[in-house]
């Protein structure tokens, strides 16, 4: 017999990581009933911060010491749904100006796992499709500019869930200019019904399913 869906947010602490240069912040999960399934996330978590400094300092050309700050943002933790972004901006003088780097994690709270984006949607259906259609509508309806005409997404897209919202991004540079920032397009969860996968953390998202 299935384990009911988790009904409270989950209890979240702010840990750091503190060095010379380095100010970085993260959640820690604490107090869920399976501790395995926690440290699976939080070890994700703590994995991706590493991954984002890594990544953040080979962007780093400057001879001055590199200012660096990381933080966080919880963007759903309801209904067994635990989604975060993580940035890190760095700047080294004398650099024209900073960069910053923007990652996220969804999980499926109970089972402690992390859930790409063709997991949140029935086997077989075109999702990049859909989702890149809604893309190219909402690029003409906000008027955004774009440094290349769009395409398509990428089938594993950086992504986030928002209450009945899923939200796609884009890094800077990737199809903007810098000064746009990054790039979201956010989606409600209604528009994807028919292709969204019932018992996925998506569709519990959507009342009634």
Not at 14 to 33: H, Q, R
Not at 35 to 47: S, T, V
Not at 94 to 100: D, K, L, S, V
Request: proline share 7%; glycine share 6%; hydrophobic share 40%.
């Amino acid at each position: 017999m299935a384990a009911a869906p988790m009904r409270f947010p989950v209890p979240v602490q702010t840990a750091s990581y503190i060095a010379p240069g380095k100010e970085v912040y993260y959640p820690l999960l604490y107090g869920l009933p399976d501790l395995a399934a926690q440290e699976r996330m939080n070890q994700m978590i703590a994995d991706q911060v590493n991954a984002l400094i890594e990544e953040q300092s080979g962007y780093q050309s400057g001879e001055g010491m590199t200012e660096m700050t990381g933080l966080y943002e919880i963007k759903n933790n309801q209904r067994g749904v635990f989604s975060v972004t993580q940035s890190n901006y760095a700047y080294t003088p004398p650099m024209a100006h900073g960069m910053t780097i923007l990652k996220s994690l969804t999980f499926d709270v109970q089972k402690g796992k992390q859930v790409a984006l063709a997991e949140l949607f029935r086997p077989g259906s075109d999702y990049v499709r859909r989702l890149s259609e809604l893309i190219r509508q909402q690029i003409q309806e906000r008027d955004i500019p774009v440094l290349m005409e769009f395409t398509q997404i990428d089938s594993d897209q950086s992504f986030y869930i928002a209450d009945k919202t899923l939200v796609l991004y884009f890094q800077l540079y990737e199809i903007t200019p810098y000064v746009y920032g990054f790039p979201m397009f956010p989606i409600s969860v209604y528009s994807l019904q028919d292709i969204v996968l019932e018992d996925g953390v998506l569709g519990r998202m959507i009342p009634g399913v």
